[in-house]
């Protein structure tokens, strides 16, 4: 198991001297933090000798200044005219350098050459509840991930490489979640991260405070992050500690709280929110084949990983999201089919064995079979496209709400409601709401992410404060990597800056004030 080196540590020990301030502090040790931590560790991407990428524009640029890095060129210059799958435009381009023609599943060579420049790392330190890896070591080992393995990995080091060198071969191109657990886990120490990195630590407040004065006599401020170590995640049994730090970027992804439907009843004890829930209730023999047939809210991958499940061990499973199964805005209708066949099988028995209202006032209560006019291709399967709960009784009945008001109610075993999770950033004020476009929201990754500069990623409403991940609506491995370019870039400049006016005083004055 990782630990905090003896620098690290030190920093830790809860005896920080208060005018010792940190240049960065990264909260969240999943890909984003470790990407970050790559590119503030002096790991800088240039433009190859001789490189070559399909778009001919962005390579004109790119060629205009070789001798700059990627870090020190105008990202905003790079990204006219560039389109991606992201709403981000350093995602689209860092995304384009590192995997050219990434969409058609082409293997194109990066035109990007990475140098390690000490000179230009930025001291800093990355916190996380876990190992490095984040939320993809409390992720189902034996599903497949939803990304290529190569839209997996981080600069420096080839996913499939160090996937061969375990012996392992990938499926479909794609690997596990245990297997990219490690592989991140693997990255920070084979990159030379590791000194940076303080795992088992929870963030329990982050906040503003003075430090000393500043020119024209106004008081400066630092951020003070304050948290436990060596806690069970949740901050039991651990030792507080206490950091300072100039710059601190949030990336915490959104893996902490699940979302709710905010209907009556779902309090009740058969209502879950987690796949791991549907592990415990099978473990236990509340659901099995001759149960009442498990109840799947959502329509996202989770809940489709879900419906798999059940499905492969024979439970029924009824199946109720709000989408029609032909809604664009479907996953499902996003995904190539040959790439990912078990979800294009859900995305099936959701389009044929969708209810109607002919078929009786109301599904029967024990399992779906010939009595139900649904043996198909999909036994034990039933969709309420367009349906939402209205309730949850006690009973163990789901009362659905379709088209026109309709209401068709449920027997059921277990309820799933797997509909998406929200980020926990409860060590900030009201959870952060007034840092999100919508200040009177919760910061949500689709409906309400952190306001942020599109290049620098920097808060829109905190200076010095920056986001990643999730938190600016990134869900994809393959586009996070480009807040952290945008970030880097930005600490570097800020860097840069404070070096040249630093120059600038001792050349007048003839000392340096430190």
Known sequence: MMRPSAETAALLDGHVVPSEVLPVVIIGNG????????????????????????????????????????????LGYLC??????????VAVLFDSLLLPDGDFGSDCPSPLQWRHEPGRAIPHLVLGKGLPGGAWHAMEDSMLTLSLANWMELPGLKLKDW?????????????????????????????????RFAPETLVTSLRRVPCGGAAGGSPRTVWEVQGVRGSDGQGAGGEPFSVRARSVVLATGTQDVPARLGTEGE???????????????????????????????GAGLTAADAVLVA?????????????????????????????????????????QQQF??????????????????????????????????AAFRPDRKCVLKGGGGRQTVLQVSLVLVLIGSHPSLS?????????????????????????????????????GLYA????????????LKGGALAVASDLAARRAGARCAVDGEHASTGSLDT
């Open 31 to 74: 890909p984003s933090g470790i990407c970050l931590s790559y590119l503030l560790s002096g790991y800088t991407p240039y433009l190859a000798p001789g490189g070559m990428h399909p778009n001919s524009f962005l390579l004109r640029k790119l060629e205009e200044r070789p001798e700059l890095s990627l870090l020190d060129q105008d």
């Open 80 to 89: 006219e005219g560039l389109e991606g799958r992201s709403s981000n435009p």
């Open 163 to 195: 996937i061969r060198e375990k012996r392992r071969n990938l499926r479909n191109d794609r690997a596990t979640p245990a297997e990219i657990a490690s592989y991140y886990q693997h990255y920070v120490t084979a990159m030379g991260l590791q000194s």
């Open 267 to 297: 309090d009740l004890p058969f209502v879950a929110h987690s796949f791991l829930e549907l592990e415990a209730a099978m473990a236990s023999g509340q659901v099995g084949e001759g149960s009442a047939p498990v109840l799947v809210v």
């Open 311 to 351: 499905h492969h061990f024979n439970i029924p499973v009824y199946h109720a999201f709000r989408r029609a199964v032909g809604d664009p805005g479907l996953i499902f209708n996003q995904l190539p089919k040959v790439l990912y066949p078990e979800y294009h099988k859900v995305h099936q028995m959701m389009t």
């Open 356 to 389: 109607r209202p002919q078929d009786g006032p109301e599904p029967p209560a024990g399992t779906l079979g010939d009595s139900c006019g649904f043996t198909g291709s999909y036994p034990g399967y039933l969709s309420f496209p367009r349906h939402c709960v």
């Open 427 to 463: 060590f900030l004020p009201h959870g952060g709401r007034h840092l999100g476009v919508d200040a009177e929201e919760p910061i949500s990754c689709r409906r309400n992410p952190v306001d942020v500069d599109p290049f620098t990623h920097e808060s829109l409403r905190e200076p």
């Open 468 to 479: 990643l991940g999730p938190l600016v609506g990134e869900n994809f491995v393959r586009f």
